[in-house]
């Protein structure tokens, strides 16, 4: 566990403190989800899934504007840097330094994915690094489900979306997330979670009323730009977590079973060149060399050049091609 702890303060930038005790909390002790909690899980990964039916249904009536994909696009590229660029690289993996009104920002955008708030975000994200595939793992798919194609499947859908439903390995903020418990701007967007989650439901309304000049414009537009972006985000995301440590390649021997998805990159903003990330952790550039397209590196590269965005953490090529030489050795 101790080992565990240093490797998670070096890769993911956790701040540890040294007077906690050497073994994890019994898991009894942990706090386990509340039954409210796991309701409210599986609500949010379900309603938006039964709404996104929904919209296809009436799209395949003739109820789709032009606007409600519009809308869509508008909402989607904003919240989904938001989780690749915001929550996951600057407050995981502290890639970049920026201004707190930009910290806030970034939370903000995150919150709106509805993910979960930022400091729990954080902390499971920050675990998983930590136990990235072996017992501690809050989604792994090779722990525990068993052999054959039938304990692949039950992994896979495990490390997708049945660890966010059944949530048996909680992660716990003060010790994997003290940072952000500290910091005021944080903890503020934090405790407002759901003040951004319903915002990120009602822009999409008032784009649909401007856009359109009615109200129906806005409700499919809400559908869309709401639900149906909620869907969308969250099983790109889930993907990471469940596809990404199981097809593709592995460039770097890591210890654990991450791989690089290539298809999966330009939908996942980047985030799929998961092998390079569990290789190292904190580079603000998941794609490695100019073909590894990683729209949220090159955000981070837009914010940097703003101004915007300092203390980028570049791996070094001496550093890749000495991590290279001993994956191959
Ligand atoms: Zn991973
Ligand atoms: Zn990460």
Not at 269 to 276: C, Q, S
Not at 290 to 312: F, K, P, T, Y
Request: glycine share 10%.
């Amino acid at each position: 566990m101790a080992d565990r702890l240093r490797d998670a303060t070096l890769h993911s930038a956790v701040t540890v403190s040294t007077s906690r005790p050497d073994t994890p909390p019994a898991r009894a002790l942990a706090p386990v989800g509340s039954l409210g909690d796991r309701i409210a899980n599986i609500g949010v990964t379900v309603v938006p899934l039964l709404l996104l039916g929904f919209a296809i249904y009436i799209a395949w009536g003739g109820t789709l504007h032009w606007q409600d994909l519009v809308v869509l696009a508008i909402v989607y590229v904003p919240v989904g840097f938001g989780v690749t660029v915001g929550f996951h690289r600057l407050f995981t993996h502290r890639s970049f330094q920026t201004y707190p009104a930009l910290r806030a920002l970034w939370a903000i955008l995150g919150s709106a994915a509805v993910e979960g708030p930022v400091i729990e975000w954080v902390a499971y994200h920050r675990k998983h690094h930590a136990f990235s595939d072996e017992v501690g793992d809050p989604h792994s798919p090779h722990v525990g489900h068993g052999s054959g194609i039938l304990g692949a499947l039950r992994g896979l859908l495990h490390a997708h979306v049945g660890w966010v439903w059944f949530n048996d390995e909680p992660a716990e903020e003060d010790i994997y997330a003290r940072d952000l418990m500290s910091d005021r701007v944080v903890r503020a967007v934090d405790r407002t979670f759901l003040v951004w989650v319903v915002v990120g439901i009602a822009i999409p309304f008032g784009l649909g009323v401007a856009l359109t000049g009615e109200v129906t414009g806005g409700l499919t537009a809400m559908l869309w730009g709401g639900a149906v972006r909620i869907v969308v985000c969250h099983h790109l995301t889930f993907s990471i977590n469940s596809l990404c440590h199981f097809f593709g390649r592995r460039r770097y021997e890591t210890g654990d079973e991450s791989r690089n998805l290539a298809w999966l990159a330009p939908f996942t903003f980047g985030e799929a060149w998961h092998n390079n990330h569990h290789a190292f952790p904190t580079s603000a550039r998941h794609g490695v060399g100019r073909w590894e397209l990683d729209l949220s590196g090159m955000v981070i590269r837009g914010l940097e050049r703003l101004g915007l965005a300092w203390n980028v953490v570049r791996i070094s090529p001496e550093r890749r091609a000495a991590k290279l030489a001993g994956t191959q050795a």
